[in-house]
């Protein structure tokens, strides 16, 4: 009985050793966790740390310098550097903070723990007899010793995960006045010129409308198959236009049981991938759905980064997928009050998604913009806004002195720093039922009220520049849907029963009409000298874009009723129809 007991004792004060040794540590562990904590949470409250503060100034610094070499593409590829080491400084801070405080919670549980157990065990301990306690000097000796060589281990593992959570701001940047030969760092974004390379949004690059390539084609025939590539039958219904990067072609479509985005070869027409989009929220919700015939459920185009494609929904739905179609992330905005059912498409700014989620009335304060993380889905900045809901697109311009994300809302025309959300300048010009979108051209942002007039806006000013900036304003027969398209010189407007109207853009002058045999709903778009209109029977007649009306002999047709705009790439055409997908261009 007595060595059973003895035998025991020795164990308890082994086993105290030990605890005792593991409640050091974990409190030790914990206050270093606490204390990063507490250091990144100050960071975060009171600025910048202050070699991220240096790289931000050098931002401002760079921004001027653009400003007066806005065509410099070594200052634009400092720029993006620098912009993406700021924020991967950001996001280091706040995924740290996310973990941190996990890591502190089980730390802190496991020093309560280790010390319920260690005072449990000294008490049994303190009622040994002293020649006990003396016999086991020597083995308690070499119980310490391990656990002091278990206690460093412990602390060396513990400093590796410290420095492994702490968020590392060492950027590294070319000094701008540097003489040396090095390479900029390389952004997580394609530059301008892959942009404008592609059609990477709602009407291509910049939401313009207008073709970097000239050698679009110029005739094709769907009866006979007379240029057409190819053409695909189309799963599920959908009012969005085709985005396209590189050799992949992507839309959605949606009815009231399911929303699908699909990929497709530009060379094939082949279907290459089709993933659902799903969330609780909106499976919850779709009683509360308003849905209006000309919209359906699939109204809003997509965006494409060159890396990953983004989808949103009738209901609020987004999602992320890469090129291969492996779903990145999935979330609801909640469903939107909009008696049009929501229809306004997406853009893409260096590693953001930004949403423009109007909704209900002007003063209901449900309107808002989302700047998502195209990577995670996390809201990088959310800005409210006083505007009702509409049925136009946002518009990403570069002024030169820097870019501006422009939308356009009853009752304000409103631009904002993309970057940041902050807003830049407003103009309150706009009634109801909005469906154009805005364009800039001509150093001009051009704005319809539907049916009224055609405003033109210079976007140098801020605050509320509605008495200060309007350049110029015509009353006219303004479009109700077909967004304007400009080259540069003039702009051109089309209405839905066909009146095409050419302004000059610099004084507002009318400076000819024209009515066409169609009605259009798919906004008008340039490539080279041509103006491309597609009627919504499937006619698509060419224009020339110059100060007198001249019309290309020949009309091209499909056999197919069209509402989407069409995306433009080298040598082809890319058209949606009411139940074919289709490839324009030579074999």
Request: proline letters at 5%; charged letters at 25%; glycine letters at 8%.
């Amino acid at each position: 009985m007595n060595q059973t007991m003895n035998d025991n004792n020795k164990h308890d004060m082994r086993w105290y050793s030990t605890v005792r040794g593991i409640a050091v540590v974990s409190g030790v562990f914990s206050l270093i966790v606490a204390g990063l904590l507490m250091q990144n949470y100050i960071a975060d409250q009171r600025g910048l740390p202050e070699k991220e503060a240096l790289y931000s100034a050098k931002l401002v610094q760079q921004k001027e310098l653009l400003s007066q070499n806005p065509r410099s593409e070594e200052i634009k590829n400092e720029l993006r550097g620098l912009d993406l080491e700021l924020r991967q400084g950001y996001f280091q801070r706040k995924a740290f903070a996310r973990r941190g405080k996990y890591l502190l919670l089980v730390s802190i549980a496991v020093f309560l723990l280790a010390m319920k157990k260690a005072i449990s065990l000294k008490q049994a301990l303190a009622m040994l007899e002293p020649e006990f306690r003396d016999q086991d000097i020597e083995a308690k000796s070499r119980m310490q010793a391990r656990w002091a060589v278990g206690m460093l281990g412990i602390i060396i593992v513990g400093g590796i995960l410290a420095l492994a959570f702490t968020p590392g701001i060492e950027l590294v940047s070319t000094p701008i006045d540097s003489g040396e030969d090095s390479t900029p760092p390389q952004p997580e974004y394609p530059t301008d010129e892959e942009y404008q390379n592609n059609w990477p949004i709602f009407r291509g690059h910049g939401g313009m409308g207008i073709s970097t390539h000239s050698d679009a084609p110029t005739s094709w025939n769907g009866e006979n198959g007379e240029g057409i590539l190819w053409k695909t039958k189309t799963l599920l219904p959908g009012n969005n236009s085709p985005i396209v990067w590189g050799d992949r072609i992507f839309i959605s479509g949606a009815n009231e049981t399911e929303k699908v985005v699909y990929c497709y070869s530009t060379d094939s027409g082949e279907l290459l991938w089709q993933e659902r989009v799903e969330t609780p929220q909106s499976t919850a919700a779709k009683d509360d759905l308003q849905i209006f015939e000309d919209t359906g459920y699939a109204a809003s185009t997509m965006a494409c980064d060159g890396s990953r494609v983004y989808a949103v929904f009738i209901d609020g739905d987004i999602a992320c997928f890469d090129l291969e179609g492996r779903r990145v992330w999935v979330k609801n905005l909640g469903i939107p009050d909009s008696i049009y059912g929501y229809a306004t498409s997406l853009v893409v700014y260096n590693t953001l998604v930004l949403v423009q989620y109007d909704q209900g009335e002007a003063d209901d304060d449900k309107s808002a913009l989302f700047a998502l993380e195209g990577k995670t889905g996390q809201i990088v900045w959310r800005k409210q806004r006083p505007v009702a809901n509409t049925w136009t697109s946002p518009i990403l311009i570069d002024t030169g002195a820097g870019k501006q994300f422009v939308t356009c809302s009853e009752p304000w025309v409103i631009a904002y720093d993309p970057d940041t959300g902050d807003e830049l300048w407003k103009a309150q010009l706009m009634g109801v039922d909005l469906a154009p979108s805005p364009i800039y051209a001509n150093g001009l942002v051009f704005v319809i009220q539907p049916n009224e007039t055609l405003f033109a806006i210079r976007p140098d000013g801020r605050g509320d520049v509605t008495e200060t900036h309007v350049a110029w304003t015509v009353d006219c027969i303004a479009p109700d849907i077909c967004s304007p398209v400009s080259n540069g010189k003039l702009i051109f407007l089309l209405t839905t029963p066909g009146v095409l109207t050419c302004y000059d853009a610099t004084s507002g002058d009318m400076i000819w009409e024209h009515e066409m045999d169609d009605a259009f709903q798919s906004s008008p778009s340039i490539a080279g000298e041509w103006i491309y209109l597609l009627s919504e029977e499937g006619v698509t007649y060419r224009i020339k874009a110059s100060d007198k009306y001249e019309e290309a002999e020949s009309k091209s047709y499909l056999d197919e009723w069209l509402k989407a705009s069409p995306a433009f790439m080298d040598g082809r055409i890319f058209i949606r129809g009411d139940m074919h997908l289709y490839g324009i261009g030579e074999k």
